[in-house]
């Protein structure tokens, strides 16, 4: 793209944006409500939060709806499924071709860019941070519909209430492959239950390794761990004999031979247990399961549904859940260290939506999104507010914003992992079952480990990836991105507005940065609008784009 500016201002950008990414904390505040109608800086910033980014249009819509009105509506939107685009897709590849990573990552952009269930496919984006699979398992990158199914889970359930949630992640074939459950026998002689999902599921998905108080800080010092290896032990017997769904339960399906023949949609049905080489009995010698796991006893001869059942519903009732997962889907979402109080209050919602239930995943998400910590804007000046905005999100900020389109129709962005001229990160490719960030990240050497202060998304930010977040952007927004070019914007409105640059920098600022660009940036960015008056309308909405997407104060979502 050739846009005519100072090469100092592009320099600047790069350095402060390095430099400023080191600002990306949390905020506190005071009570929460509804906005019956909230302004347009207010609806972009619930947007920014709540979906894959703000449009012209949503952010219209929520000032009309209201916020109560526009979460009732995403609520009630069906889901956009996955693996129906996968499927759809077997018949148009060519000869010889198999389904594979790049197929489901078209249908991911589709729904980030397109779907109408925001607000359901953000959140289902967030818990894939959480529940953590990965394409980079060798196993689970050959079964490409099972990761769109167990996506689809992901979402279905990001609705419902998290023990639910919590069972059908459990249960579900691809993180009985990624966390080695599926197989998973009980004791004979030397050979012993494979302990990976017991211990990741406490440690990860429910409990976390210390006691905690419901506001998220730690209940003695120094911590009090939550579970100890007998637990892991115990728990790792729970969770044997679960294998590939089918309508039998011979040992040729447990271990998945192909005879008898596969189930064709094993890939994403739900484990079932075969009795045979689950671990029912706590009496033998060694005990087989423990008589207390987390201090809640599995009876004797106990079967593995009923096992299940019982050590589920005992982590899901741990008071650590509620302030464990309510303060990573607050770094997710809103910000990354998020104040004691605002943990308490979703914790607090967690654990009684106000009917008496536990769990409601859809009083969790309002009491993330519209808490006062969400909701209003820090005092400029407060340098640890907010987080840091992972590179997916980035991307997908700029396809809503600017109405990008696909020639193909498909999408067709592959992995973008490359930290030279991708974004260092690609939607369930993280590296680890830790994520692609871990949640209490600390940039070594840093004022954050002097302040006791998190940085998530740091953790894959390098000179490296800073650079090419730059050249990809750069690209991206006058040529488009994907194969061939694929994905382009559309400027028909920012165009129009050129030639009044006040206009068109309010309307990026709007739709990126929630009305909070400062003054000193908007005079940046139009300073070097107007240096070159030979400057082409287009280069003017590219320069606009671009300057903002590069600050510092855009990358830090505040």
């Given at each position: 793209?050739?846009?005519?500016?100072?090469?100092?201002?592009?320099?600047?950008?790069?350095?402060?944006?390095?430099?400023?990414?080191?600002?990306?904390?949390?905020?506190?505040?005071?009570?929460t409500s509804d906005v019956v109608q909230p302004t347009p800086a207010?609806?972009?910033?619930?947007?920014?939060?709540?979906?894959?980014?703000?449009?012209?249009?949503?952010?219209?819509?929520?000032?009309?709806?209201?916020?109560?009105?526009?979460?009732?509506?995403?609520?009630?939107?069906?889901?956009?499924?996955?693996?129906?685009?996968?499927?759809?897709?077997?018949?148009?590849?060519?000869?010889?071709?198999?389904?594979?990573?790049?197929?489901?990552?078209?249908?991911?952009?589709?729904?980030?860019?397109?779907?109408?269930?925001?607000?359901?496919?953000?959140?289902?984006?967030?818990?894939?941070?959480?529940?953590?699979?990965?394409?980079?398992?060798?196993?689970?990158?050959?079964?490409?519909?099972?990761?769109?199914?167990?996506?689809?889970?992901?979402?279905?359930?990001?609705?419902?209430?998290?023990?639910?949630?919590?069972?059908?992640?459990?249960?579900?074939?691809?993180?009985?492959?990624?966390?080695?459950?599926?197989?998973?026998?009980?004791?004979?002689?030397?050979?012993?239950?494979?302990?990976?999902?017991?211990?990741?599921?406490?440690?990860?998905?429910?409990?976390?390794?210390?006691?905690?108080?419901?506001?998220?800080?730690?209940?003695?010092?120094?911590?009090?761990?939550?579970?100890?290896?007998?637990?892991?032990?115990?728990?790792?017997?729970?969770?044997?004999?679960?294998?590939?769904?089918?309508?039998?339960?011979?040992?040729?399906?447990?271990?998945?031979?192909?005879?008898?023949?596969?189930?064709?949609?094993?890939?994403?049905?739900?484990?079932?247990?075969?009795?045979?080489?689950?671990?029912?009995?706590?009496?033998?010698?060694?005990?087989?399961?423990?008589?207390?796991?987390?201090?809640?006893?599995?009876?004797?001869?106990?079967?593995?549904?009923?096992?299940?059942?019982?050590?589920?519903?005992?982590?899901?009732?741990?008071?650590?859940?509620?302030?464990?997962?309510?303060?990573?889907?607050?770094?997710?979402?809103?910000?990354?260290?998020?104040?004691?109080?605002?943990?308490?209050?979703?914790?607090?919602?967690?654990?009684?939506?106000?009917?008496?239930?536990?769990?409601?995943?859809?009083?969790?998400?309002?009491?993330?999104?519209?808490?006062?910590?969400?909701?209003?804007?820090?005092?400029?000046?407060?340098?640890?507010?907010?987080k840091l905005r992972e590179p997916v999100i980035r991307l997908a900020?700029?396809?809503?914003a600017f109405h990008a389109s696909s020639v193909s129709g498909r999408?067709?962005?592959?992995?973008?992992?490359?930290?030279?001229?991708?974004?260092?990160?690609?939607?369930?490719?993280?590296?680890?079952?830790?994520?692609?960030?871990?949640?209490?990240?600390?940039?070594?050497?840093?004022?954050?480990?002097?302040?006791?202060?998190?940085?998530?998304?740091?953790?894959?930010?390098?000179?490296?990836?800073?650079?090419?977040?730059?050249?990809?952007?750069?690209?991206?927004?006058?040529?488009?991105?994907?194969?061939?070019?694929?994905?382009?914007?559309?400027?028909?409105?920012?165009?129009?507005?050129?030639?009044?640059?006040?206009?068109?920098?309010?309307?990026?600022?709007?739709?990126?940065?929630?009305?909070?660009?400062?003054?000193?940036?908007?005079?940046?960015?139009?300073?070097?609008?107007?240096?070159?008056?030979?400057?082409?309308?287009?280069?003017?909405?590219?320069?606009?784009?671009?300057?903002?997407?590069?600050?510092?104060?855009?990358?830090?979502?505040?």
């Amino acid at each position: 793209m050739h846009i005519s500016h100072s090469r100092s201002i592009l320099a600047i950008a790069k350095v402060a944006l390095f430099t400023a990414f080191l600002a990306a904390c949390g905020v506190e505040v005071s009570t929460t409500s509804d906005v019956v109608q909230p302004t347009p800086a207010q609806s972009s910033r619930l947007l920014a939060q709540a979906t894959f980014g703000p449009t012209a249009e949503e952010i219209k819509r929520l000032e009309t709806m209201g916020t109560a009105a526009w979460f009732n509506d995403q609520f009630a939107k069906p889901q956009t499924l996955h693996l129906a685009y996968m499927n759809s897709r077997v018949a148009s590849l060519p000869a010889g071709q198999n389904l594979g990573a790049n197929q489901f990552y078209e249908s991911f952009w589709q729904q980030a860019v397109k779907g109408n269930d925001q607000l359901r496919q953000r959140v289902a984006f967030a818990l894939s941070q959480i529940f953590v699979i990965s394409f980079q398992n060798t196993t689970v990158a050959t079964m490409p519909r099972g990761v769109a199914g167990y996506y689809d889970t992901l979402g279905a359930y990001a609705f419902g209430n998290f023990r639910d949630l919590l069972q059908a992640v459990t249960l579900h074939p691809m993180m009985g492959i990624y966390l080695s459950s599926l197989r998973n026998q009980k004791t004979v002689g030397a050979r012993e239950p494979d302990q990976n999902y017991a211990r990741e599921v406490m440690q990860l998905f429910t409990i976390g390794l210390r006691q905690l108080n419901q506001d998220g800080t730690d209940t003695t010092s120094p911590a009090t761990p939550t579970y100890i290896n007998d637990d892991i032990a115990g728990l790792s017997k729970v969770f044997t004999g679960w294998s590939w769904a089918g309508p039998d339960k011979s040992n040729g399906r447990f271990f998945g031979n192909s005879s008898p023949t596969p189930d064709p949609n094993r890939d994403w049905l739900p484990m079932q247990n075969y009795p045979q080489y689950h671990e029912a009995i706590y009496d033998t010698t060694p005990p087989a399961i423990p008589e207390s796991v987390l201090g809640v006893t599995i009876p004797q001869n106990t079967s593995g549904e009923d096992s299940l059942k019982i050590a589920l519903d005992t982590l899901f009732n741990h008071p650590n859940v509620g302030p464990f997962i309510g303060r990573q889907l607050i770094q997710r979402l809103v910000t990354s260290n998020p104040s004691p109080a605002y943990i308490g209050r979703v914790a607090a919602v967690f654990a009684n939506n106000g009917q008496g239930v536990r769990g409601d995943m859809k009083a969790v998400i309002k009491a993330i999104l519209l808490d006062p910590e969400a909701m209003t804007p820090p005092d400029p000046a407060n340098l640890n507010a907010g987080k840091l905005r992972e590179p997916v999100i980035r991307l997908a900020n700029w396809m809503r914003a600017f109405h990008a389109s696909s020639v193909s129709g498909r999408f067709l962005l592959t992995n973008l992992d490359n930290t030279l001229n991708g974004l260092a990160q690609t939607p369930m490719n993280s590296p680890t079952v830790f994520n692609f960030y871990r949640p209490e990240y600390q940039p070594p050497n840093t004022g954050f480990v002097a302040a006791h202060l998190f940085a998530p998304e740091m953790q894959i930010t390098d000179e490296t990836s800073v650079v090419g977040y730059l050249n990809f952007m750069r690209g991206a927004i006058s040529t488009g991105t994907g194969t061939a070019h694929d994905i382009t914007a559309d400027y028909t409105t920012e165009l129009a507005l050129v030639a009044t640059p006040d206009l068109l920098v309010d309307r990026v600022s709007l739709l990126l940065m929630q009305n909070q660009m400062s003054s000193t940036l908007r005079g940046q960015i139009l300073a070097a609008i107007n240096s070159n008056p030979n400057n082409s309308a287009a280069n003017k909405v590219y320069l606009a784009t671009f300057l903002t997407m590069a600050s510092p104060e855009y990358l830090v979502q505040k």
